[in-house]
């Protein structure tokens, strides 16, 4: 079996000390790529950069809702130099998180709109986090994907990450264009929907991932 882990954060400092280790446990368990997801400037320098020395490995760049308020010209600036590095094949992490709130919701509204924005204009899919914001996330979405009618990334538009909403959200992004990716709580004993809904899905619209160092699977 060739697997795709479509969601990872091996820069992060917990990977510091066997992150060498870790991609060969990868290899040997039969993944053969790894998307590295960016959440901000400096996570989406530090993925470039370990795309570059590690073949199986490619990157993302984008703020996560987390960090919108901090999105200014300097962070646009880098991160739009950062997109054009061979290996980077997506925007993202970016999106809707009104669970933690740690930016103001209008900030995240208007950063999310923005890299969508840029996203469609360089030819990129994009990587989406959802916590707590379904109806916002979706309509943000729908008016964004209503303008890429003729655009390349038609049919392939991103991937909903780590989904958490109900089936009926999951085919309207199917719908749409997008990827549902599933993770370590469809395992939980109490990710009973999320296993219909995994179950009620077209096959090639489901992607896998770990978002290591986070969720992991059930013991």
Same mark, same amino acid.
């Given at each position: 079996?060739?697997?795709?882990?479509?969601?990872?954060?091996?820069?992060?400092?917990? @990977?510091?000390?066997?992150?060498?280790?870790?991609?060969?446990?990868?290899?040997?368990?039969?993944?053969?790529?790894?998307?590295?997801?960016?959440?901000?400037?400096?996570?989406?320098?530090?993925?470039?950069?370990?795309?570059?020395?590690?073949?199986?490995? @490619?990157?993302?760049?984008?703020?996560? =809702?987390?960090?919108?308020?901090?999105?200014?010209?300097?962070?646009?600036?880098?991160?739009?130099?950062?997109?054009?590095? =061979?290996?980077?094949?997506?925007?993202?992490?970016?999106?809707?998180?009104?669970?933690?709130?740690?930016?103001?919701?209008?900030?995240?509204?208007?950063?999310?709109?923005?890299?969508?924005?840029?996203?469609?204009?360089?030819?990129?899919?994009?990587?989406?986090?959802?916590?707590?914001?379904?109806?916002?996330?979706?309509?943000?979405?729908?008016?964004?994907?209503?303008?890429?009618?003729?655009?390349?990334?038609?049919?392939?538009?991103?991937?909903?990450?780590?989904?958490?909403?109900?089936?009926?959200?999951?085919?309207?992004?199917?719908?749409?264009?997008?990827?549902?990716?599933?993770?370590?709580?469809?395992?939980?004993?109490?990710?009973?929907?999320?296993?219909?809904?995994?179950?009620?899905?077209?096959?090639?619209?489901?992607?896998?991932?770990?978002?290591?160092?986070?969720?992991? =699977?059930?013991?």
């Amino acid at each position: 079996m060739t697997l795709i882990d479509t969601h990872a954060h091996l820069d992060f400092e917990q @990977f510091d000390r066997d992150r060498e280790a870790v991609l060969d446990r990868a290899r040997s368990a039969g993944v053969k790529r790894i998307v590295n997801v960016g959440v901000d400037a400096a996570s989406s320098r530090r993925a470039v950069a370990l795309a570059a020395d590690q073949e199986m490995v @490619f990157a993302t760049v984008g703020m996560h =809702p987390h960090g919108a308020k901090d999105l200014d010209n300097a962070v646009w600036a880098e991160l739009r130099a950062l997109a054009q590095e =061979p290996k980077v094949v997506a925007v993202g992490e970016i999106g809707l998180d009104f669970y933690r709130d740690r930016s103001p919701r209008d900030a995240q509204r208007r950063a999310f709109e923005a890299q969508l924005a840029w996203a469609g204009e360089v030819g990129k899919p994009v990587v989406v986090h959802d916590r707590d914001a379904h109806a916002d996330l979706m309509r943000i979405l729908n008016k964004w994907a209503q303008g890429l009618e003729n655009s390349s990334l038609a049919g392939r538009l991103g991937v909903l990450h780590t989904f958490s909403g109900d089936l009926a959200m999951a085919g309207a992004a199917v719908d749409l264009g997008f990827y549902i990716s599933i993770s370590g709580p469809v395992t939980y004993k109490n990710a009973g929907r999320l296993a219909g809904i995994v179950q009620s899905l077209p096959l090639d619209r489901l992607l896998v991932e770990t978002d290591c160092p986070f969720l992991a =699977p059930h013991p």
